[in-house]
Structures are given as structure tokens and as C-alpha cells.
């Protein structure tokens, strides 16, 4: 079998891996992306939050960004029977980006690594890799070419970033249970013909089941005219629905009044997919000369569109380190890395129990809301979840007595 030798292989071509090639090509490393599928791909995470714009700016890919002509995203939206709130990200506690986009993913992700392939990354698209070596001084993978070829890459660093293909946590033994219960989403993409004036498609739609505190739906616009719809709940929920995926989804909009009059001329035009226990996690994000970005580490949820930014964080923080090791600092992966990174995640998963339960809804929908903790909500809400000036990031637990609080209230 013949062996490559690279400097940085990077297993995945969606967004951590399209970024981490970005800014490592930046420090002038030689970058190799093996990526399984043929892009542009169908992929799941379509609202972006406006904190990832800068770590796609840090990555030298904003212009590419602009340029692909995406629907502009300036907020969130929040329908629960009559009740309604919105947030304007521009509008926020923390400093940085207050505007991002809503994204069909096939372009999105093919914009980002096409980038990374005119700033110096290789990537071989419809190679998989199937088994992983990294008990060595230096990582080796397995790799199988279209043709079929198995062929080895010897490499000084490697970073998987295959998503929920998880490479990894399943070849290292890695994964750990993510503490959440078993949830499905059920989507599809439809010409909406939204006549509604107060349907901002600036905004991401959030739209409550009316029984069922945690049942949701997104409504994400494109610039097209188009947009994506999709329900999430317990896996369970969905099994009293007859039929085939699009008619399950179909049917539980059908229950919520407000979303189902918001798409009464929609045109369904494609087949809903489904997608069942997707919240992962893992033992470690790090080990001897490797580490796990995006979804390859942690996936909370998909509730508060943080999937991808904390997929081009983790891009970020981990390209930071493997530069200054290669300057001959000595990088503590654990907390260099790890530590920062899940500090933001935990600030989310905060958020999204509170969501689950019922408590996050009645603070946003609460009739007399502070302005001062709305901004902090709003910079959470635009992914904001590393900044520790937001006194919310810093003590997620504060959450709990502000739902208390809401609940007393309302
Ligand atoms: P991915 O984008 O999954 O990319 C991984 C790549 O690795 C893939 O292209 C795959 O083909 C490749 N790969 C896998 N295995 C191998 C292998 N063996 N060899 C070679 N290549 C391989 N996030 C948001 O930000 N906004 C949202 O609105 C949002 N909505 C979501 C809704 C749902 C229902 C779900 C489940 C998730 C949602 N997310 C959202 C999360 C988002 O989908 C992910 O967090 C994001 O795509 C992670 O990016 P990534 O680069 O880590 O992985």
C-alpha cells in the first residue's frame, strides 16, 4: 500500500474543516481535506448566527460569503399560539457581527471549501477515510480513492472534522452520551408564497407546537423565495402520524394554527427527510496529535442554529494552537482548546434545557421584558456564547432564576 506523507490532513469539507484548511493555509501549512461525498451536498443547519462571520473573516473567506448572494439574516423570530417576539442581533450586549445569513448548505459549504482550495488547500473529494492509526508518533489514516484504491496519509496533525460521520469518536472509542433525550427532525424545502406582512424573512422563524411546550419549528427563508421547514420533537412523538415523512411533517403543522396559515399556498415540492438522534458528545476533544472539530466533538441541538458556529469556532481556536506549537510554544490542548471551547457550548446547552423545559419561552415571551437582559439574550441568541462580559455566559445557572422569575410573572 503506498503512503503519503502531509503536514495537516483534515478528514471532512462542510464548514470546520473548509475553515480550519482556510486559516491553517494562512500560517502557510501544507493541507490535505479528504471529504467522502461530491460537492455541492445536501446538508441540515441552514441559519447561520452573525459570531461565525468572524471566524469565516479570520479564515480570509467573507468575500466569497458576500458575494454568493445568500439571504441576509439580521434576527430570530418566536411564535407561541398568539404570542410573538423577535430579537435584532444587531441589537446585542456583546461587540461584533449583528448580521449573517440563511444558507442552502450545498452552496454554502462548496463556497467555503472552494475558498480554502484557491488559498492552497488539497482536497480530494469522494475519498473516504476508513480507519484511523493514531498510536504513532505521527497520525496515519486509510484511505479508499473512487477507483477503490486503499492508500495510507502520514500526517503531522490531524483534525477530523466529519461531522456525523464522527470518524473518530467511533474509530477511537471516544463517543459518551450526550445527556439529551432521543429527539428527531423531520424537513424539507418548499416555495413558501408567505403573502403574511409581518413574516420578517430577514429572521429566522421559530414557531411553537400549541400542546407541546417542546415541540418546535423552524422557518428559515432564502434569498429565492424558498425555505426551509422543519419540526423537531421526541422521537416517539412522531410514530402517531400515518405515513411517509413529508406527510408526518405536513400533519403536525397542520396542528399549529398560526404556521400552518403562515404556509397555506406553499408549494411541497420535495420529499422531507428525517434525521433521529443527532445530540452527540464525547470522552475527549484532543489527543496526541489530533483533535475533533464541530460536530465531530459535541452536537447539542439544533434549536438555536449554533451548529455551525461552533463548528468555525472550534476551526479556529484549534488552527490557533497547532500555530503556536508549530512556533515552539508548548500548547496544553486541554486548556488551550478544549476548556475555551466547550465553555460556549455549555452557555448553549444552558439555553436549550431551559428552551426544553418551558422556561426560556416564558422569559422571551415574557409581556414586560428587561431591555438589559433582552441584549444579552439577543447576543447569546447571535452566538455570543464565549463572551464572559455577558453575565449569562459567565454563570449559565443565572438562567434558572431568571425563568423563575418569568414564570411568577406571566
Ligand atoms: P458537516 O457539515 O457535517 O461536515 C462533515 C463532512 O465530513 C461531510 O461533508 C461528510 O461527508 C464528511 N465525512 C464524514 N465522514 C467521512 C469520512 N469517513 N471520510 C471523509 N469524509 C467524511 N446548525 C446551524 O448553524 N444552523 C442551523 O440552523 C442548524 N440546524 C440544524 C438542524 C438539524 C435538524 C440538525 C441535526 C443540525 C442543525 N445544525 C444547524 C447543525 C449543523 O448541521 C452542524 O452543526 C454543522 O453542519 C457541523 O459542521 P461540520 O463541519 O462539523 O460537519
Redesign the pocket.
Known amino acids: 500500500m503506498r503512503t503519503e506523507k502531509t503536514d495537516i490532513v483534515i ?8 475553515v480550519a484548511a482556510g486559516l491553517l493555509r494562512k500560517q502557510g501549512r501544507q493541507v490535505l481535506v ?4 461530491q ?1 455541492p ?1 445536501f ?7 452573525p459570531q ?1 462571520m468572524a471566524y469565516i473573516e479570520e479564515a480570509g473567506f467573507l468575500q466569497d460569503v458576500v458575494e454568493a448572494g445568500f439571504q441576509y439574516k439580521n434576527g430570530a423570530a418566536f411564535r407561541r399560539g398568539d404570542k410573538r417576539t423577535a430579537f435584532d442581533f444587531r441589537d446585542k450586549f456583546s461587540a461584533g457581527w449583528g448580521t449573517t445569513y440563511q444558507v442552502q ?1 450545498a452552496s454554502f ?1 462548496h463556497v467555503l471549501i472552494k475558498a480554502a482550495e484557491k488559498a492552497g488547500a488539497e482536497v480530494r473529494f469522494t ?4 480507519a484511523v492509526d493514531v498510536a504513532g508518533e505521527r497520525p496515519r489514516l486509510t ?1 479508499k480513492s473512487p477507483d477503490g484504491e486503499i492508500y495510507e496519509i502520514e500526517a503531522g496533525f490531524l483534525l477530523d ?7 473518530l469518536p467511533r474509530l477511537l472509542d471516544l463517543e459518551t452520551p450526550s445527556g439529551f433525550p432521543l429527539r428527531s ?1 423531520f ?1 424539507t424545502h418548499v416555495e413558501d408564497r408567505i403573502t403574511d406582512p409581518d413574516f420578517d424573512r430577514n429572521k ?1 422563524l421559530v414557531s411553537v407546537h400549541p400542546e407541546h411546550v417542546d415541540v418546535w419549528f ?1 422557518t ?1 427563508p432564502f434569498s429565492n423565495g424558498r425555505c ?1 421547514q ?1 419540526v ?1 420533537a421526541r422521537a416517539e412523538f412522531f410514530e402517531r402520524f400515518p405515513g411517509d415523512e413529508t406527510a408526518k411533517l405536513r400533519a403536525i403543522i397542520g396542528e399549529t394554527p398560526t404556521l400552518s396559515h403562515l404556509l397555506k399556498d406553499a408549494v411541497w415540492d420535495t420529499p422531507a427527510r428525517t ?1 433521529t438522534g ?1 445530540a452527540a458528545n464525547v470522552k475527549s476533544l484532543w489527543g496526541r496529535n489530533f483533535a475533533l ?4 466533538g459535541e ?1 447539542l441541538d ?1 434549536v438555536f ?8 469556532k ?1 476551526a479556529s481556536l484549534a488552527a490557533a494552537c497547532i500555530g503556536r506549537e508549530a512556533a515552539g510554544e508548548s500548547v496544553d490542548w486541554q486548556a488551550d482548546y478544549a476548556t475555551p471551547l466547550k465553555a460556549g457550548v455549555d452557555a448553549f446547552r444552558a439555553f436549550v434545557e431551559s428552551w426544553y423545559r418551558g422556561g426560556f419561552q416564558d422569559v422571551i415571551f415574557h409581556p414586560q421584558p428587561s431591555d438589559d437582559v433582552r441584549r444579552m439574550i439577543s447576543a447569546i441568541l447571535a452566538g455570543y456564547a464565549w463572551d464572559l462580559k455577558n453575565p449569562y455566559v459567565a454563570q449559565p445557572a443565572r438562567l434558572s432564576t431568571l425563568e423563575q422569575l418569568c414564570a411568577v410573572a406571566s
Open positions: 478528514i471532512g469539507a462542510g464548514p470546520a474543516g473548509a479528504i471529504e467522502q461525498q460537492f451536498r446538508s441540515i443547519g441552514e441559519s447561520l448566527l461565525s448548505r459549504d475519498h473516504k477515510v476508513e484511505v472534522a466529519s461531522g456525523f460521520g464522527r470518524v427532525a424537513f429566522i423552524w428559515i426551509s422543519g423537531v434525521l443527532y472539530l464541530g460536530n465531530a452536537f439544533p442554529s449554533s451548529g455551525v458556529t461552533i463548528a468555525v472550534s
